[in-house]
């Protein structure tokens, strides 16, 4: 038994016999733990592969290892998660990547967090050790306890290792750039169908495009009229490196369907504005109140996501219900009930 | 064997209750309750109280609504086409088909998804999707007659889970009913829900956590051009080395299959699909655009060849890739031809165990008298041994059980798992007490309580009580060699 794991399974322990709280922290890259007043179980040093064999399309690290250190690891071995992740920050973990469930610009072409998750080891709230899931692609012995972790932020207790799905790297890959209204986005995403696209963004009267595959598709794809090489956004994109990242009030718009009349009256009276997803996902940067925007996206059937975080959006109350009960069967005394910490959050706006 | 012809009425202010609300769409004679008593797993039969057959959502709340205020336990039912027994009935239960739920509610091919009722086939969907270029990609092979509903519950996979995932991959909202029949909606589809992923949680969760409603599915384009290769070995190992090969090449094939020498000619006997004689063979199935299908199928050829390949067929155009398939699609009932009954194992293991676990099988097969045929995903891993036996003789299917338990213990021990995509049911209980320890056998037990706190909703399946855990003796006895075989247990 690694002591480590020892000494959180007692501390969890002791918290739940006193009534106490406490809170997960990686690398505090959201900085919500950074003024915590409750403490905190401290995971950032828990690191390191712990298994990896790239024939088996998959990798298990510990759940303080940085998403950075995992693409370095997989990429020496000319392989990528089975994943898009949304990378706030270089020093992101694993564990965070994975509690908090954001996806990244690749999500509808290279899959889910929770998609590539293939099975977790944590510690529930009575310090018990728990792995569910495994190292398999397929495995549908018992509840899918270990996906159900994606998004929990924490509140069923601490992930200490994770398994994730594993794929190839593509072989080639090609950025490219399109000036053009965002009308024409139906148009393009029917004439890209078939192509192996990993990233389609709009941003500042612009279309950003990226094909990744094997060589011969992307060179059929790529013959795209008026279109020119471009690679900058997409790095500036995906480490939220563009402009709009920058701006406040910001938030970030999940909607069921692409629908371009309506992010036309948002964009008009917005500071700036990133599609990206194909148009599923909207960036938006607006003085707009919060509270009529809200009711907007509702009515559309989406979601939105005040960036940057302070903490999970509220669920509408079905299934808020149901996320209750099930925090009480993972923890019955509610020792990670204010994960994550929001008087941290509110301590610190700014992060 | 558990046959039991008798049948237990419902209390009879329910079966009323049940008969106003349906009215001849709730079987309560023993005669009509017969196709019932089963489903894929048929050497196990109980005859249900009685059966609903509900035409609409609403029918199928004021059903639950009913036998919770009477306490009677539902056991949902698609098809019927489950493996695992999940779909069992039991004495005093309502079965509750949802095969009538049956229509296709929207279908967006600009959106790319499908909002379907649970007892839509899985086939009528890409069906569906077809003329506009589009498919649901998890297929499984009984694919023209399951259910979407059961192929939720089960989180079914299919030939194609190496490059397109498993139900749970291709799913994007769901609405489910619980036990009192409360709507619970995880949508709209969103490429992205806010909260735990109770998507995954409901996906195979096998009818113990709520009853599926409504299924919201991604919806893929069909690739451009289609290729299928089928590699022939002369020794298994051979092949399965190649499996690994071509994965670790960077290629990820939409589908990689593989037989053995009983399972090639059981095939081949039955559906003259040109197989050739070799010990182990690999279909290959990969997909792109023209270009990216020839570069591909150069590659695996390659490969293949260096790893001792001793014959090629290949195929490009339709029927001639159908040709190619038909062998191994008609793989189960060829090998039902071979002996009175077959009895289809899941195990799923790491691909670099593959040899010695079907070493290990050889070996259990000669130790217990029973022949296997191999049939398997060998992408991703996940092994479909058939052991035949003969259920009229006395024994012989508790022998056969006792080396699928054997077969399971090996797959756990490779750092594998008892079932990839059949589900646990009431078949794999036992291997349930080995893979998991009793804590996380009671985290299970706490969820399934959050969410049917009275034990309604297929009570006895899929997730084993430690009393019966105790009584089997098969609690968890290989701790060195689970998943996370480094964190140690308390």
Redesign the interface.
Known sequence: ??PR?RDW?ARIQAAGQQGQALGIQGNNSLGLCGAATNPCLDLSGWQGV?EY??????I?VRSGTTWQTLLQVLEEQ?QIPACSALQTHPTRTVGGIVAT???GPA??WL??V??AVL?V?ML?GQG??????????????????S??????WG??GPI??V?LRT???P?HGLHLRLDAPLEEL?SLRHHL??A?LTGLAWYQGRFYLRLQ?????VQ?AADLPGAEEDAGFWARHESLQCPIYRQRPLYRI?????DVPTYRTWLDTANDALLD?GG??LWLATDMPQAALQQQVQKA???L?PWPVTG??P??A???A??H??Q???DPAGVFRNNPNREAAHANPST | MNISNEQVPLPPACQQALQALLGEDLLTKPEALAPYECDGLSVYRRLPSAVALPRNREQVAQALAICHQHGVPVIARGAGTGLAGGALPEAGALVLSLARLNRILALDPEQQTATVEPGVRNIQISQAAAPHGLFYAPDPSSQIACTIGGNVAENSGGVHCVKYGLTVHNLLGLKVLDSQGQLLEIGPALLEQPGPDLLSLFTGSEGLLGIVVEVTVRLLPRPEATGVMLLAFDHNEDAARTVGAILAAGLLPAGLEMMDRLAIEAAEAYSQAGYPDCQALLLVEVDGCDSEVEAQMAQIEAIALREGMAQLQTARDEAQRQRLWAGRKAAFPAVGRLAPDYYCMDGTIPRKRLPEVLARIRELSEAYGLAVANVFHAGDGNLHPLILYDANQPGELERTEHMGGEILRACIEAGGTITGEHGVGIEKLAGMCEQFTEAELNQMHAVKTALDPEGRLNPGKAIPSLHRCAELGAMHVHHGQLPFPDLERF
């Open positions: 038994m690694d794991i399974a712990v064999d790239p024939g088996e399309l998959a298990t000319g469930g954001f996806n999500r509808p899959g889910d929770r998609g099975g080891a529930n018990q050790l728990l792995t569910f899931g495994g190292r398999v692609m397929k495995n549908v012995a018992g509840f899918d306890l996906r159900l972790q994606t998004g929990a509140r069923f200490l290792e398994s794929r190839p790297a072989q139906p169908q078939q192996p595959g094997l060589p011969a598709g059929q999940l909607l069921p369907a692409l997803w599923r996902l059937g989406g979601w996501q999970p959006v669920l509408p079905a299934r808020a149901v996320v009960r099930l009480q069967a993972f």
